[in-house]
């Protein structure tokens, strides 16, 4: 069941005024009704005019057009799921917009226009491409939902404005209706930060950020960091998260982290210390990642920085051997 909504419904008309030259004027009527999850508003319709109607709790507009001056009903409800009918068959942000008018006002429509609001809140927690959504409606002769396009013959147009934030069709008839989209891919994404530069010998701080900038969620992420010849690892027990195993490989520590995922949207940072090489150079750490998402679809990312080691002056290279700071 929705909140209470509040239908505000603006009907913009012309008449004539009884004075010399007969100007008009346009005039915009708000009539507000309380709501629940379904409303039957009474409205008025002037030829070649357009009537706006806006129910703001429900995040949707109406622009309609009609070819007479005619009154009737408008029936409008919005629930996060469908009412009588199944779910929409694609990937949804859960919103389900059924909308029914009176025989009078049918009759006479040249076009309605309607826009339904969204939030990226919305879009990410669905996994949806966000220039993928729009309106689908639910075919009772063939009992399936179908994507709004041009070649049906009702419908003159329909899109998203990723902009504004709303998805929006140009109809010729009101029905029920729902918005959907293709999924987002994930994006797994690695980067670093640590010193650019370091002396021989120098203790810093190495982190690594997986990312997912996708809308939905990866799983079993395993991460392998190949740390140069020369560094040492310091205080292993106190790498976090906690990796799977640390391994000496051709002269090189190799550190291998299990990671039980990343949701949406979501990051992680991975955190190690380290002893810069006695021996100055310029050296490359190269990390690789590798994810899977619920179909089993495996997804990589990868990264190499290089840093540079330059030879520590004497005095500190006499301090760092007597393990002063």
Do not use: C
Not at 111 to 121: A, Q, S
Not at 148 to 164: C, F, H
Not at 185 to 204: E, W, Y
Not at 249 to 276: K, R
């Amino acid at each position: 069941m929705l909140e209470r909504l509040f239908l505000i419904i603006a009907a913009f008309f012309m008449f004539a005024i009884p004075a010399s030259g007969g100007a008009n004027v346009n005039i915009t009527v708000e009539v507000v009704v309380p709501i629940g999850n379904y409303i039957n508003a009474s409205v008025n319709l002037s030829a070649d005019q357009t009537t706006i109607i806006n129910a703001p709790t429900a995040n949707t507009t109406l622009e309609i057009g009609s070819s007479q001056n005619t009154s009737g009903s408008i029936n409008l409800v919005l629930t996060s799921t469908p009412l009588d009918i199944p779910s929409l068959s694609v990937l949804s942000i859960n919103k389900y917009l059924s909308i029914e008018a009176s025989k009078s006002l049918t009759d006479n429509l040249t076009y309605v226009l309607i826009k339904l609001y969204y939030t990226h809140e919305e879009v990410n927690a669905s996994g949806i491409e966000e220039g993928s959504l729009g309106f689908y409606w639910w075919n009772k002769t063939s009992s399936a939902w179908e994507k709004l396009n041009p070649a049906m013959g009702w419908v003159y147009s329909a899109g998203v404005d990723t902009i504004e934030n709303y998805v929006w069709e140009n109809v010729t008839h009101f029905s029920d209706y729902s918005v959907g989209g293709r999924r987002m891919p994930p994006a797994l994404g690695i980067n670093r930060d640590m010193p650019s530069t370091v002396k021989t010998g120098q203790k810093f701080d190495m982190e690594l950020n997986l990312r997912n900038l996708a809308g939905f969620g990866l799983f079993n992420i395993s991460v392998k960091e190949k740390i140069p010849e020369g560094y040492r690892l310091r205080e292993a027990e106190k790498i976090s998260p906690r990796p799977a195993q640390i391994r000496n490989e051709n002269n090189q520590t190799v550190i291998y982290w299990s990671i039980d995922g990343l949701t949406s949207h979501s990051n992680l940072s991975i955190e190690y210390s380290l002893s810069a090489p006695n021996s100055p150079g310029n050296y490359t750490f190269r990390a690789e990642a590798f994810g899977f998402d619920a179909l089993n679809n495996k997804y990589a990312a990868f990264n190499a920085a290089k840093q540079g080691v330059k030879q520590s002056p004497l005095w500190d290279t006499i301090l760092e051997f007597f393990g002063i700071p």
